[in-house]
């Protein structure tokens, strides 16, 4: 299949063509920019090296959809709620990596991003793609609204106690931390050096935008689920994201029994990890790869849930899923390009 990539210079565009190199049903066939036709990749990035680059051609639909049978947006928000409508009506797969076809009500998303929404036609046929509980939808998908990273580190550890109403409705706090690479490429203020090096910064308090995706989500698991408070953090290293999920328990429960409940809900997930009683994930343990580990405990004491999850923001919270879905969508081998270990150390 013929592969388009448009935002190819940034940092979840450039971690796509890293997979699709080496996918054996996959050929790039063009990749595109809004301000960089006419350069070849390696110019921006040395390490793809000269012979692996392609030249970067401008954001023409007609000829995008002339010759691509799947494209991929790894644009920011506000550009694929353009695009993505023009694409579809010229017949192509969509799979897109920003938040514009997240969340099924357009008023929600403007209120949080700020931005006009996609045309309520086309954002009705976006499937949001957590591989892991929206297969089906994905298999008969013709647009795919790749989940953000800290939504894919929080639901997948909140979906077995969310949808086996183990946890009391208005409960659920999330802590997460994420790596600089998960603001993209972009050169800001709150990213660079000195403001993140040696330090630790909260950011977007109540006001992130991933809150409406998470709970839009958990509502479509338990209509009973009440508002979240979920807090990020900005923390000096380059990729990763850990959540840490708190939640009251409605009865009284063991690390052991939880540890069962998260192995048998992915037992059939090529990606989802589940550590041993006691045991907890750490970033690096899933460093480049498209794994999401998650450690699960029970305080006796409190009768309180701690759920412990992370992945790469840039593979299993943004290109790796991407990949997954394309699998997925196209009736391939989920797991097709994706089956390596993390880097480690
Ligand atoms: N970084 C991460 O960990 C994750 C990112 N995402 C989402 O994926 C998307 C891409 O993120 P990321 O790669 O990190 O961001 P980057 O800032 O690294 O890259 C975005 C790219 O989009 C292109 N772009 C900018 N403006 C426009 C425009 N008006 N029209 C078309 N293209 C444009 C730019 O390339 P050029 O100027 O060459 O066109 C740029 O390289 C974002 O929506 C982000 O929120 C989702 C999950 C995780
Ligand atoms: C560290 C950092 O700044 N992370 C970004 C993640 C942005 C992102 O992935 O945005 P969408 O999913 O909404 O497209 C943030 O918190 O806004």
Redesign the pocket.
Known sequence: MKIAVIGATGYGGVELLRFLQHHPYAEVHSIHSSSQDGISLSEIYPHIGQNEAMILESIDVEQITATADVVFLAT??GVSSQLTPLLMDGGVKVID???DFRIKDGRIYEAW?KKTAAPNRYLQKAVYGLAEWNKKEIEDAVMIANP????TATLLGLAPLVQNDLIKEDSIIIDAK???S???RHVSLS?HFSETNENVKI??VNE???IPEIEQMLWNWNEQIKPITFS?H?IPMTRGIMATIYSQAKKELSTEMLVDLYKTSYEDSKFVRICEPGNYPSTKEVYGSNYCDIGVAYDERTGRITVVSVID?LVK??AGQAIQNLNIMMGIEEDTGLQFMPIYP
């Not at 953000?148 to 939504?151: A, D, L, R, T, W």
């Open positions: 920011p928000p990596l920003s938040g991003y953000g990273c800290y939504p994420s790596g600089v998960g603001a993209g990213t950011y977007k992130h935008q991933h990020t900005l923001n919270g943004a």
